[in-house]
C-alpha cells in the first residue's frame, strides 16, 4: 500500500459532520426544546389557575349541599326545587355569589350581601370574598388580604328526568350547578357538579 493511499484512509476515517448533518441536528433539537417549552407553559398554566379551580369547585359543591339539606331538613317542599321560571324559589341564569339570606340557602331571591369571614367587615361590593394570609404568612393578623370573588359567577339549573318508557319521573329532579370565572388575559374556565334529588328524604 503507498503512502498516499493511506493518508487518503486516514482524511476519509477522521472526517467531520457535513453543514447538512449539523442542519438536521440542529431541527430535531430545536423540536425538542419547543416541546419541553410547551409542557412548561401548560405547567405554569395550570398552576395559575389552580385558586380559582378550588374555589369554583367548592361553590358549586357548596351550592349543592344546600339544596341537599334544605330538602332533607324539609325546609324547602319538594316542589320549590326548581328555577323560579318553573315554580320554584332558585334564580335563572348566571348570579354573583353572594350569601344565603335567611332561606339559608343560595341562589335564591333572598341572597343577601356578604361579610369577610372571621372578620365581620363587608366584603367588597357584597360579592363573596376570602381573607388570606398577608406578607407575614399568617392568618389573624393585620396584614391579612381580602380577596373578592367578583369575578365568579353561579349557575342553578333544574331538569327533569325521563323515563325509560319516554314519560317524565315526578320524583326526581336533575340539578347541575356550574361556578364560572374569569382571569385576565385567560379564557373562561367553569367546574360544574351534576346529580339527582328525589320527593323521598
Same mark, same amino acid.
Request: one cysteine or more; aromatic letters at 6%.
Given at each position: 500500500?503507498?503512502?498516499?493511499?493511506?493518508?487518503?484512509?486516514?482524511?476519509?476515517?477522521?472526517?467531520?459532520?457535513?453543514?447538512?448533518?449539523?442542519?438536521?441536528?440542529?431541527?430535531?433539537?430545536?423540536?425538542?426544546?419547543?416541546?419541553?417549552?410547551?409542557?412548561?407553559?401548560?405547567?405554569?398554566?395550570?398552576?395559575?389557575?389552580?385558586?380559582?379551580?378550588?374555589?369554583?369547585?367548592?361553590?358549586?359543591?357548596?351550592?349543592?349541599?344546600?339544596?341537599?339539606?334544605?330538602?332533607?331538613?324539609?325546609?324547602?317542599?319538594?316542589?320549590?326545587?326548581?328555577?323560579?321560571?318553573?315554580?320554584?324559589?332558585?334564580?335563572?341564569?348566571? +348570579?354573583? %355569589? /353572594?350569601?344565603? #339570606?335567611?332561606?339559608?340557602?343560595?341562589?335564591? *331571591?333572598?341572597? !343577601?350581601?356578604? @361579610?369577610?369571614?372571621?372578620?365581620?367587615?363587608?366584603?367588597?361590593?357584597?360579592?363573596?370574598?376570602?381573607?388570606?394570609?398577608?406578607?407575614?404568612?399568617?392568618?389573624?393578623?393585620?396584614?391579612?388580604?381580602?380577596?373578592?370573588?367578583?369575578?365568579?359567577?353561579?349557575?342553578?339549573?333544574?331538569? +327533569?328526568? %325521563? /323515563?325509560?318508557? #319516554?314519560?317524565?319521573?315526578?320524583?326526581?329532579? *336533575?340539578?347541575? !350547578?356550574?361556578? @364560572?370565572?374569569?382571569?385576565?388575559?385567560?379564557?373562561?374556565?367553569?367546574?360544574?357538579?351534576?346529580?339527582?334529588?328525589?320527593?323521598?328524604?
Amino acid at each position: 500500500m503507498t503512502q498516499e493511499n493511506e493518508s487518503v484512509r486516514k482524511y476519509q476515517a477522521q472526517r467531520g459532520f457535513t453543514l447538512l448533518e449539523v442542519m438536521i441536528a440542529t431541527v430535531v433539537m430545536t423540536i425538542g426544546i419547543l416541546a419541553l417549552m410547551a409542557s412548561f407553559a401548560t405547567a405554569i398554566a395550570a398552576t395559575a389557575s389552580a385558586e380559582e379551580d378550588l374555589v369554583a369547585r367548592h361553590k358549586a359543591l357548596d351550592a349543592m349541599e344546600s339544596i341537599y339539606t334544605a330538602r332533607n331538613s324539609q325546609q324547602l317542599p319538594f316542589a320549590s326545587i326548581n328555577n323560579i321560571a318553573n315554580g320554584g324559589i332558585f334564580l335563572s341564569g348566571a +348570579q354573583k %355569589l /353572594l350569601c344565603a #339570606g335567611p332561606d339559608g340557602i343560595v341562589g335564591t *331571591a333572598d341572597d !343577601v350581601p356578604c @361579610t369577610a369571614p372571621d372578620t365581620g367587615a363587608a366584603c367588597p361590593g357584597g360579592i363573596e370574598c376570602l381573607v388570606l394570609p398577608g406578607p407575614d404568612g399568617i392568618l389573624g393578623t393585620a396584614d391579612d388580604v381580602t380577596q373578592t370573588l367578583s369575578n365568579f359567577t353561579r349557575t342553578i339549573a333544574f331538569n +327533569q328526568v %325521563l /323515563l325509560p318508557t #319516554g314519560g317524565v319521573n315526578t320524583n326526581l329532579i *336533575a340539578i347541575s !350547578v356550574s361556578v @364560572t370565572y374569569i382571569k385576565p388575559g385567560w379564557p373562561a374556565r367553569t367546574y360544574t357538579v351534576n346529580g339527582l334529588i328525589s320527593s323521598y328524604h
